[in-house]
């Protein structure tokens, strides 16, 4: 996995959401396979399935091998569908949150988050970290077999900003975070992430657009915003 | 969980939902109260559930009920479900899978799992995989046509299923199944050796805590475990905390594991029906209301009409009260008359061998038109197995059982009902008892991407007991009362529980060597000898009619005599009252079963004898020929009493002094015929087959050995099969019953240990759908 950093000043002027730290990140996955394999252990380890022996070791690792290639196969295809859908969201929302534990050292937010499964109606944000400044971030990822989709996800951020989305999903999550946490957040301190995957030509086009629409009006007010393009190469 | 809350109509469930999903995936559906939880969002709000519903399948483990996977989290639980078929070559559920690989790799398994795991499913591939013989021992004799009648479809034609050890069929036979109770478990030594067991399966193993049953289950177990230590032993339990105890207290040797699985397949939504005849939300497991949520409605009635199942547990003395008729005629609105042609055929069975009809009419019967069922203890085995038949083809609606049902029946209902909640034994026993019970609870239907659940309904004033018993934590003993000293012990069970613990029986005569010898030491050969030649005439017993037109005094003699044989093999010189009035009760009963009559005939017999059917017969002929006027007529039957009769009771039992009788001061108009049924079966069973029937045969057969007197051989054979004909008695080896002689034994040209040698008789029962399951493997 490559992660480029852009400087925000190529796209937006000095004065513009001032009390913002916000960040351009390109990443580049280069190690799908990898990647895969890491998500895929995130769920099967902690099933409580993975704690019987139900399993013959050896079926066990031919088995865990297939699903990397049939999800890597999913996620190359570019075939649309359910579950091709959900798999690339998965993708998304796990490589942004490891990029940001290993580029930015936040810490993440477990499971319960990964676990959350796209429900009509929108039920809440995918994933969450808690930056340096222990600043809790709320993630959005999207994910699009051909599309670019930024300005669904941070349209989605905007829209759960206003209805407060944020707090609501404080209460589960307050017993995984520390108080420091919960003071910034109540002090209306907090971060957004917007993940999405890259299908364009310019890097450039993308952040600029997203930059400058409107609902980075709601989200340049708080104090931190990761920009996050995902591509697989 | 139960929350207020959830009652509100606009309430927002989303979060809930995924913590409760999020918690099966963690720790899977071991949390009754997350089932709960999840059983009553669905109820109020199946759309709320629907689309989480496959995932929680997936989390459940219950991969037979999910369709493709559509999200990331699906897909990589099919690949848990696809490693476990690679691994075990079979859809199991994970619990099953893993218990299925550590039977393999061990020599003694020992495990505990809630009801509705698929314990049977995992048990049926064992049998199918297993190579050579198989010894299952089940806690009661209810359990063995239901084991066998669904082990006989798993395995293959030449693999041999029966109840009772007995090789047979050698020719056509490749290896055994044996299915039997402990009690059952020391015919097996007469065969050991000419046997190749692999594996013993031990279900519902917790019968070690039985006192007198549990010494028993103890001593086979050891005794098998010296005779075969290859063979693989496994152990089942339901809602059992320490599993393992079962290895260490009878020092199974070899490697030995165990495992506590605590998943859950289905759901459970309780309820507490108050006085008025209303029902109430409430949660044994963490209740947030204050009692206050009611049910809308009956919850039997509705799930009755949505042509659901319901069990009401109730108590024996409700069902021969008939205080369980007010119940049903509240609900047979919603069970209509079956119309339906092969439950026709069930009903009708049931009516043949109950010998039932119009004028002898038995609730059983008329009930199960209705699709509503009676079921407990003293219907005999064999109705209670086409009870059972027909309730497993769906056929079933309503079912009142007694406490018989927990150990006997694994059928789940959509509704438990527990109207009658007195549990015996230790609060071991009682817990587990009541686990098991409320385990019956919930269906899990065949429809894929369903989470079901079932309701238990209490009454309210049982509310905090039963959360009590539900919560309690069931352990069984790590010492064996075979290893204890001084056992707190009846004297009427002394003899046997030395001989097990002492493994000192008679293996052939079946009795403890004690009770042989005092047989031989006793006095008893002028009464066998008076026996002998009171029943023989020419050579063939006498009928129960004959029997009642000998004089009084013969016949006292007769009974004293049975008496003083009965009481030899005890350590004592003199029966009871109770004792005495039983054993003369059943001597007619065993004259007619020695005859070859049929349960129907015998019940028939006994009910005309108790409703004083020929004093009956007497008036009616002096009515119709005018020696008596209809005033009188009715005057002179109104006087009619039924005959008093003592209720069958276990033999011996020094405590029973007295005799209760169950037809008291009664008209014949109102005999029920139900009743005779039970308490018939009842002497049938506890009295005759298993209270008299291994003495007498032993002291019969005693005086064969001495004096070579014919007539006492054939006793002995009568008693012990109901015939002396050698066919017949081959017949009753290769498990036919006395009512399936008639079409049978001209069908046959000879039987013998090889097999049987049909003629073409027998080709016009093969399109019967049940005498064709009887011969398949014999054909």
Redo the contacts between chains.
């Keep these: 996995m490559k992660v480029t950093k852009i400087d925000r000043l190529n796209y937006l002027k000095p004065e513009q959401y001032p009390n913002c730290d916000i960040f351009c990140l390109h990443v580049l996955i280069d190690d799908l396979e990898m990647i895969i394999a890491e998500?895929?252990v995130v769920?099967?380890g902690?099933?409580?399935?993975n704690r019987?022996?139900?399993?013959?070791q050896k079926?066990?690792t031919v088995?865990?091998k297939?699903?990397i290639d049939?999800?890597v196969n999913i996620i190359t295809s570019r075939v649309v569908n359910?579950?091709n859908d959900?798999?690339g969201?998965?993708m998304i929302s796990y490589t942004a949150q490891k990029m940001l534990v290993d580029s930015f050292n936040h810490f993440r937010l477990p499971?319960?988050e990964l676990?959350?499964?796209k429900?009509?109606?929108n039920?809440?944000f995918d994933f969450h970290t808690i930056s340096e400044k222990k600043l809790l971030n709320f993630g959005e990822a999207k994910f699009s077999m051909k599309e670019t989709p930024k300005d669904l996800a941070i349209n989605q951020i905007s829209d759960f900003i206003k209805d407060e989305k944020d707090y609501?999903?404080l209460l589960?999550l307050k017993p995984l975070v520390d108080s420091l946490v919960i003071d910034n957040m109540d002090d209306g301190k907090r971060g957004y992430i917007a993940a999405f995957s890259f299908n364009s030509k310019s890097i450039d086009t993308i952040f600029k657009h997203a930059l400058n629409s409107d609902a980075m009006k709601n989200i340049g007010k708080y104090q931190e915003f990761y920009l996050i393009a995902i591509q697989v190469c | 969980m139960l929350d207020k809350m959830w009652f509100d109509i606009d309430v927002e469930l989303t979060d809930f939902i995924f913590s409760l999903c999020t918690e099966l995936h963690k720790e899977g559906p071991v949390d009754s109260d997350v089932l709960e939880s999840l059983s009553i969002i669905k109820s109020l709000y199946p759309e709320k559930i629907a689309p989480f519903e496959n995932d929680i399948l997936y989390y459940m483990g219950l991969f037979y009920k999910t369709t493709k996977p559509t999200n990331f989290k699906e897909l990589i639980y099919q690949e848990f479900a696809d490693s476990i078929k690679e691994t075990t070559s079979c859809d199991f559920t994970p619990v099953q899978a893993d218990a299925f690989n550590k039977i393999k790799s061990s020599n003694n398994f020992s495990f505990s799992a809630p009801t509705s795991t698929g314990k049977s499913f995992l048990f049926n591939k064992l049998l199918q995989e297993a190579k050579g013989d198989v010894i299952v021992v089940v806690p009661s004799r209810a359990l063995l046509s239901e084991y066998i009648s669904k082990i006989s479809v798993v395995v293959g034609k030449d693999v041999l299923v029966l109840s009772f050890i007995d090789i047979i069929n050698k020719k056509k036979t490749k290896r055994n199944i044996f299915v039997i109770t402990p009690e059952r478990g020391d015919d097996l030594f007469q065969k050991i050796d000419e046997l190749n067991i692999d594996l013993f399966m031990f279900d519902e193993a917790q019968l070690t805590e039985d006192k007198l049953r549990g010494l028993k289950f103890d001593s086979f177990v050891r005794r098998v475990n010296k005779k075969c230590p290859k063979a693989k032993k496994v152990f089942a339990h339901p809602f059992i905390d320490n599993p393992e105890a079962q290895i260490i207290k009878n020092k199974l040797i070899g490697k030995s594991s165990f495992a506590n699985y605590q998943q859950r397949s289905v759901g459970k939504i309780f309820l507490t029906r108050k006085k008025n005849d209303s029902f109430v939300y409430f949660s044994p497991f963490n209740d947030k209301t204050n009692g206050d949520i009611v049910y809308n409605g009956d919850p039997i009635e509705c799930v009755l009409n949505r042509k659901g199942t319901c069990l009401i547990y109730v108590s024996k003395n409700s069902i021969y009260t008939s205080v369980i008729s007010e119940k049903i005629q509240r609900y047979i609105v919603q069970c209509p008359l079956i119309a339906d042609s092969r439950a026709l055929k069930y009903i009708e069975k049931v009516e043949e061998f109950l010998g039932s009809n119009k004028r002898k009419s038995s609730m059983i019967v008329e009930m199960m038109r209705h699709g509503i069922i009676i079921h407990h203890g003293s219907i005999p085995l064999r109705v209670r197995s086409i009870i059972e038949q027909f309730i497993t083809a769906g056929y079933a609606r309503l079912c009142f059982a007694t406490s018989t049902l927990i150990q006997g029946v694994n059928m789940p209902f959509d509704l438990v009902w527990i109207d009658n909640f007195r549990f015996w034994g230790s609060d071991d026993e009682k817990s587990l008892d009541l686990k098991n019970l409320i385990g019956r609870a919930g269906r899990t239907n065949e429809k894929s991407n369903t989470f079901d659940f079932g309701y238990v309904v209490i009454n309210e004033s049982n509310r905090g007991k039963f959360t009590e018993r539900l919560l309690y934590t069931s352990r069984i003993s790590e010492d064996s009362l075979l290893d204890l000293e001084g056992h707190d012990i009846f004297e009427d069970v002394e003899d046997e529980i030395n001989a097990i613990i002492n493994d000192d029986f008679d293996i052939d005569l079946k009795m403890p060597n004690i009770q042989v010898e005092r047989l031989k030491d006793s006095n008893i050969d002028v009464d066998i000898a008076y026996i002998l030649d009171s029943f023989f005439v020419n050579g063939k017993p006498i009928s129960g009619k004959e029997y009642y037109n000998i004089s009084k005094v013969q016949r006292d003699k007769i009974k004293k005599a049975f008496q003083h044989i009965f009481v030899s093999h005890l350590n004592r010189r003199e029966l009871v009252g109770g004792e005495r009035s039983v054993l003369s009760t059943a001597i007619p009963l065993l004259l007619w079963t020695i005859q070859g009559k049929t349960f129907a005939e015998i019940v028939s017999l006994r009910y005309s004898f108790l409703s004083m059917r020929e004093e009956q017969a007497r008036l009616t002929k002096q009515l119709v020929e005018g020696f008596i006027s209809e005033p009188i007529f009715l005057q002179e039957q109104d006087k009619l009493r039924v005959r008093e009769s003592p209720s069958a009771h276990s033999l011996p039992d020094k405590s029973y002094t007295k005799s209760n009788s169950l037809f008291k001061d009664m008209s014949p108009m109102k005999l029920s015929y139900d009743l005779v049924i039970y308490d018939t079966y009842d002497y049938m069973d506890k009295v005759i087959s298993l209270s008299l029937k291994n003495p007498m045969c032993a002291a019969f057969f005693l005086y064969y050995d001495k004096t070579n007197d014919s007539r006492a051989l054939a006793l002995s054979n009568y008693i012990s099969y109901g015939t002396n004909d050698r066919k017949e008695i081959w017949l009753k080896r290769y498990g036919f019953e006395q009512e399936d002689m008639e079409w049978l034994k001209p069908c046959v040209d000879d039987i013998d240990e090889n097999q049987i040698t049909f003629n073409d008789n027998i080709k016009q029962y093969l399109d019967d759908e049940q005498k064709s399951v009887l011969l398949e493997r014999y054909i």
């Design positions: 998500m895929r769920i099967a902690t099933s409580w399935i019987l022996r139900s399993i013959d079926i066990y088995n865990s297939k699903t049939k999800i359910e579950l959900s798999v969201e998965y499971l319960a676990l959350k499964e429900i009509s109606g039920p809440g609501g999903e589960s």
